[in-house]
């Protein structure tokens, strides 16, 4: 593996950033300096005017395959983590079959491993993820599952979300749960309101989220377990988990890259690129999103990267299936939802990269699938894990572009501020000029 120079960057750390190079060798970082001398052959990329710090971990990554390869795998959707900054991705359990056993997460985990960015595994919290038996999360958890989820779908039934709760707590792993009561959701396909009346579509109500957001915090106070909440989408969900969260409640919670730039009007022309669940919500939801962004109250963006093939997000809006692309252009939509030129790097990193990777266990790595540590500051010792990104690169989104296998991005044409430049994951260099190596 040959050496990696990085060269006259903005090295973002929490104790303070500073000008510099890195130099990367055998997977670790060697040397964090003013200036680095460059060992023969060593790769050099230019860092000047952009942000170093450590690679992306991605909570919420739907890879599809065991079972719909045709929207994605496992090996397409690392090289659009790659391109997207990401060096970890935690692969959902929402296949056909779902990642419910011993076998299926092994599986997932090994091709993971084939891939340059390290793959963790979401198992699913119910078999089946049919939401009335438990999955044998003891066994997955061996494997080094640390989340659980049946998410697609949140675990409807409270007295089986209880005992999951007990049955995880002695684990010590999380349960993620995707926040929707689907008898108040339904069978909406847009967020309910105004937008949702005219157009004649059926909405899916705020309530619906909320109403499974208060439930599960009540059943975490009462076991005491942890809970990591995905993709919460309106302010008062939000303000729930915050409020819950200074009462020393173990909870955390992530937001999407879509619910932070868009709202329900984006539905107006029927487009079912825009179809989500939880839906696009209203701007005061997605002004007060962005501020739990940057005042911290929000721990992660995770980007529910939703690969579908053409065939079936071509269907009318209220038969498409739900869902968007994610990962390629995460990093420039968190930076414009944290102020763009005022977004603190150190923010930038903390939801990207340091928040994510705590809540997903995956700090110290795991070597038995290759597994590195992620959500290292850039410091000599630490694994090379590493990202340069360019807070002035202006660039415009081409789905004919784009490393996923699917096309269904809401973003096509949009122009973006601040681009990945550079991803380095365990120490080779996979990504450069924004393009695979
Ligand atoms: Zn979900």
């Known amino acids: 593996m040959s050496a990696i120079v990085l060269r006259h960057g903005l090295i973002v750390a929490r104790a303070g950033s500073r000008l510099g190079d890195v130099l ?61 900054g990401y060096t970890a991705l935690v692969a959902m359990p929402n296949t056909e079959p779902a990642l419910d056993n011993v076998a299926l997460v092994a599986y997932v985990l090994e091709r993971g491993s084939r891939t340059p960015l390290d793959v963790a595994v979401a198992g699913a919290i119910t078999r089946g993820r049919e939401g009335q038996f438990l999955a044998p999360m003891a066994e997955m958890a061996a494997l080094g599952v640390r989340l659980f989820t049946d998410d697609g779908l949140g675990v409807q039934d409270p007295l089986v979300m209880r005992r999951a709760l007990e ?108 179809k989500v669940h939880p839906p696009l919500r209203v701007l005061s939801d997605v002004a007060a999103l962005r501020q739990g962004l940057r005042d911290g109250t929000i721990d992660a963006v995770a980007t529910d990267h939703a690969p579908h093939a053409p065939e079936l997000k071509d269907l009318p809006f209220d038969e498409a299936p739900a869902g968007m692309l994610g990962l390629e252009h995460a990093a420039a939509l968190a930076y414009e939802a944290l102020g763009s030129e005022e977004c603190s790097p150190i923010t930038f990193f903390d939801v990207l990269s340091r928040n994510p990777a705590r809540i997903a266990q995956l700090r110290q790595g795991d070597r038995r699938f290759g597994m590195s540590g992620q959500g290292g500051d850039v410091v000599e010792g630490e694994s090379a894990n590493v990202v340069v990104f360019d807070p002035d690169s202006r660039w415009r989104v081409d789905r004919t572009a784009l490393q996923s296998r699917s096309i269904n991005t809401p973003y096509h044409g949009r122009e973006l501020l601040g681009r990945v430049r550079s991803t380095i994951a365990k120490g080779r260099l996979v990504v450069d000029e924004s393009v695979l190596v």
């Open 24 to 84: 990367i060798r055998d997977g670790v970082i060697e040397q964090v300096a003013d200036q680095v001398e460059a060992p023969p052959g060593a790769q050099e990329v230019d860092a000047e005017g952009c942000w170093i710090g450590p690679g992306l971990v991605d909570l919420h990554t739907h890879l599809r395959e065991p079972g719909r390869e045709q929207a994605e795998d496992i090996e397409s959707g690392a090289r659009a983590g790659a391109i997207g």
């Open 167 to 274: 049955y995880a707590k002695p684990l010590g792993v999380t349960l993620a749960q995707h926040c929707e009561d689907e008898k108040l959701a339904n069978g909406g396909s847009m967020n309910e309101g105004a937008v949702s009346g005219r157009l004649g579509l059926i909405g899916r109500p705020a309530v619906a989220e909320e109403v499974m957001v208060m439930r599960d915090l009540e059943l975490v106070r009462l076991t005491g377990a942890r809970m990591h909440f995905l993709h919460l989408s309106t302010a008062r969900s939000v303000a729930m988990v915050v409020a819950a969260r200074r009462m020393g409640l173990p909870v955390t919670c992530e937001v999407t890259p879509h619910h932070i730039t868009l709202d329900e009007v984006s539905c107006s022309n029927f487009d079912p690129r825009f």
